[in-house]
């Protein structure tokens, strides 16, 4: 089996001598190798084999190295060239470094160091093309293409992230949980033109003031018990990018304060520094409260949320927009299906009438989990009713319903409809037992005894 080329190198020297020995010494080391006797032959290489790094020494006849160097930095750019240059010359070298060589060689060269030298750059241009690879994987991946929905309160809100994107205003996304906000977040920052810049997310609702002080600003050394270096904070980690800041109607009132300095003057210390810190950095932030009712509470600053809601998008739960359910079935289906290797054609009738009136207390990501489980589990090509929770399928009026039997006794008819109701209830509260257990107002063991009682997974 042949071994992974370690890349390909364009030698050019109008010195044979030194040209079959660079030849030789890529070629030893995993390189794949041409050569040139001068800049237009190279010129010939470059287009005919597109090199990863050339080597070229300064002085030739017909095109020289300087010639040959400007045309590459114009015509290919993302070529990598080392130039190679007797010591009565440095100065030349120097110049060429200054027009976008990324190296030069003394002559008499060392093997080693030449080889250490385009070692250095090969590694360099692989981690550039992964990068390169992982930035379009990610564009793919957050692309608004995959953000489903055709409902008219979808469009609405595929109009307004669109004309957002093109922006650098600050963005309030409200929904749910579970609607996909920290999705728009991401297609809002790879469809931008910060889209190269990193995208760097907090979740605001689960640290306290000084650990979401520090994540958020970072500290100096010596800070505070446990410091025992410096630290960057978010800001700073997502300087020329987007900062996501999730949660964000959760944080008190202190780190409310600092939160708008920041946002005002776009600068900041480092917990226990003294050095102001200048960032440029897009804030997008997410919320499931209702921010005004918060201000009437004096929990939420009036300034900060003017600040943040510059331009507000509406995520909508999926009980509101329906229409829609049958494309994410068909989406996560598909998904599923290349995931697990399953291969599930879609949902017979019973079930996607069962899917389409259930409410939906998790949104998407409830529906999302609800079809992963059932695509695993399945036997059979096409899902049915049996393939998802007993709660799906239920009647969604306000009270279950049971159907009696002549032969039913009255215990069995009421364990029937106190199942039923269990159902209901961790329906309507997100499957959450505890705040189910409180709402029917039973004792959280009694109320466990009863799923158990009833089968209830």
């Known amino acids: 089996m042949m071994e992974k080329s370690m890349g390909k190198v364009l030698v050019v020297d109008d010195e044979s001598e030194a ?184 979740n605001c609702g689960v640290l306290s003031d000084s ?66 810190i200048k960032v440029d950095v897009r804030i997008i932030a997410a919320t499931n409260r209702n921010l005004e009712e918060a201000i009437l509470l004096k929990e939420f600053r009036q300034d900060l949320y003017y600040r943040l809601n510059v331009i507000p998008v509406l995520v909508p739960p999926l009980k509101d927009r329906k229409d829609d359910i049958p494309l994410l079935i068909s989406h996560f289906i598909n998904k599923f299906n290349t995931e697990f290797g399953k291969k599930i054609v879609g949902v017979d009738d019973d079930a996607m009438s069962a899917l389409m009136n259930y409410e939906w207390p998790g949104n998407i990501r409830e529906l999302e989990n609800v079809l992963e489980r059932a695509t695993v589990l399945s036997r059979t090509e096409m899902l049915t009713i049996k393939d998802f929770p007993e709660t799906i399928g239920m009647n969604n009026d306000k009270f279950p319903t049971v159907d009696i039997n002549e032969d039913d006794t009255l215990v069995e008819l009421v364990e029937e409809f106190e199942k039923a109701l269990i159902l209901k209830a961790l329906s309507d509260f997100g499957h959450n037992k505890l705040r189910t257990a409180e709402k029917l107002g039973i004792h959280r063991s009694t109320f466990m005894s009863k799923l158990k009682k009833y089968g209830i997974n």
């Open 211 to 276: 650990l979401l002080e520090s994540e958020l600003f970072g500290h100096v050394k010596g800070a505070y018990t446990g410091a025992i270096k410096d630290k960057m904070g978010r800001f700073e980690l997502a300087n020329g990018g987007t900062l996501f800041l999730d949660e964000i109607g959760d944080i008190t009132p202190n780190m409310q304060i600092k939160l708008l300095r920041v946002l005002q003057e776009k600068e900041f210390e480092r917990v226990g520094g003294n050095d102001t």
């Open 19 to 202: 040209l079959d020995l660079m030849e030789e010494l890529f070629v030893k080391n995993g390189y794949e190798t041409i050569t040139a006797e001068d800049g237009e032959q190279a010129l010939e290489s470059v287009h005919e084999h597109s090199p990863d790094i050339i080597v070229s020494d300064i002085i030739m006849p017909k095109m020289d190295g300087m010639e040959l160097l400007e045309r590459v930095r114009k015509d290919f750019p993302d070529i990598a060239v080392i130039m190679v240059t007797a010591h009565g010359t440095i100065e030349t070298a120097v110049e060429a470094m200054k027009m976008g060589a990324k190296d030069y060689i003394l002559k008499p060269f060392r093997l080693d160091e030449v080889l250490t030298k385009v070692h250095n750059l090969a590694r360099l241009r692989s981690l550039e093309r992964e990068n390169h690879e992982l930035r379009r994987e990610v564009r793919k991946k957050y692309n608004f293409d995959k953000i489903i929905g055709k409902t008219a309160v979808m469009t609405e809100m595929f109009d307004r992230i669109n004309a957002v994107a093109q922006t650098s205003s600050t963005v309030l996304i409200r929904g749910d949980n579970g609607t996909g906000k920290e999705l728009i977040a991401h297609a809002i920052h790879y469809n931008s033109d910060r889209s190269k810049g990193p995208f760097v997310k907090v």
